[in-house]
């Protein structure tokens, strides 16, 4: 592969479908597999990550908002696409690209009712929305009767599926109110089933949920972070690879003398004589300032060299004063040895956060 030159982000399929592989063989066959691609698969690329996995066959996909469906659609992904928080706003674009609504309250349920049969309609697919305790989205118990009473002789719509979330699924120190989740589902599930007079897919795991509590698999599991290659415990390192490689060159090395100031605001002033690399990726491509100021690290010739003064919109700057290296070597913000998880701990942070934080404005390679 040709050297990186500025930043890159390289995305690997093959680890991918490696992590697919490995979170479907957690699952009984009968069980289907939703990829989330949300926020640009969790800031890869959301049109070559759906790709591959409809050529690995997935049952389907969400996203969390219909411009990020219509994306797909355009792109020529013909799988369902369930959008996790829509807005009667774009309900009628919705139907227009086939994306299916989850539907989380009266109001959205009406409003959605309303636009499908004005659309001329019959049974398009809709997903309900249970909240079981993480107190974000989703009807409660008391709302069933309604529902179910709103969804009498309406043929405009079909419900698809019920589904939850869980709140806690990483967490085994939760695992009472994991449980509690669990069972709160299974309550309701029963109430709207024998309402509807049929039972539709069922699905509450998110990836740890698929990795700590097969009882809770239902019809459909919901895998995001875990296919990017993260299942949330040390213990399933081993299984999953991380898919995405921040990665950029050295612009320029500095020697500083003692006395000196480096970058905004005069933050590191050296008590000694130091040499730093200046690397072309800020807090525009997502480091945020947090990382500045010895937070975060990149690894440049293997080794650790802290981020070092404030972080700049288009740079950082990191001390190589112990590291043998020239303008032009490459630098690893994360990747699959020093990974988003580790990088985004130095801040107190999360994979999810630094991985979706990667602007539009780093460029995306892929390796196949
Ligand atoms: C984002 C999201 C997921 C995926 O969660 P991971 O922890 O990344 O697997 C699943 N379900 C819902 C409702 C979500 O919002």
New binding site residues.
């Given amino acids: 592969m040709l050297k990186a030159q500025g930043t890159v982000l390289e995305i690997d399929l093959k680890a991918l479908k490696h992590n697919v592989e490995f979170l479907k063989s957690r699952l009984q066959p009968h069980t289907k597999f939703l990829a989330?691609v949300?926020a640009f698969a969790?800031g890869s690329d959301s049109i070559e990550i759906a790709k591959t996995l409809e050529e690995l066959q997935v049952d389907y996909f969400?996203v969390?908002y219909v411009s990020e469906g219509i994306v797909l659609r355009e792109a020529g992904i013909t799988t369902p696409i369930l959008v996790?928080h829509p807005v009667p706003e774009y309900f009628e674009t919705m139907i227009a690209h086939c994306l299916e609504p989850s539907l989380y309250s009266h109001r959205v349920l009406e409003a959605f009712i309303a636009v499908a049969e004005d659309k001329k309609q019959t049974h398009y697919p809709v997903h309900l929305k249970f909240n079981t305790g993480l107190n974000r989205l989703g009807f409660s118990q008391i709302d069933c009767p309604k529902i179910l009473s709103t969804l009498e002789n309406k043929s405009a719509i079909k419900v698809t599926s019920l589904f939850s979330?869980l709140a806690a699924s990483e967490d085994l120190n939760e695992k009472q109110f994991t449980i509690q989740q669990i069972e709160t589902f299974k309550t309701m599930i029963a109430e709207m089933a024998s309402g509807l007079g049929y039972t539709p897919m069922l699905h509450q795991c998110?990836?740890?949920g698929i990795l700590n509590y097969p009882q809770a698999h239902f019809d459909m599991v919901?895998?995001?972070?875990?296919m990017y290659g993260f299942g949330?415990d040390p213990k399933f390192n081993p299984f999953l690879k991380p898919i995405a490689t921040l990665k950029t060159t050295i612009s320029q090395i500095h020697t500083l003398e003692k006395g000196d100031s480096l970058g905004y605001n005069r933050a590191l002033i050296a008590t000694k004589t130091l040499q730093t690399a200046t690397l072309p990726i800020g807090h525009a491509d997502g480091i945020t300032r947090a990382y500045g100021n010895k937070k975060g690290y990149v690894i440049i010739n293997k080794q650790k060299a802290y981020i070092v003064g404030n972080v700049c919109m288009d740079m950082i700057m990191v001390d190589v004063t112990e590291i043998d290296c020239n303008e032009g070597d490459e630098a690893i913000v994360f990747g699959p040895h020093h990974t988003a998880e580790h990088f985004s701990e130095t801040i107190g942070s999360i994979s999810?956060e630094i991985l979706t934080a990667i602007s539009q404005r780093v460029k995306r390679v892929f390796k196949r």
């Fill in positions: 989330v949300k969790y969400a969390a996790l979330h998110n990836t740890s919901r895998s995001g972070i875990g949330n999810y």
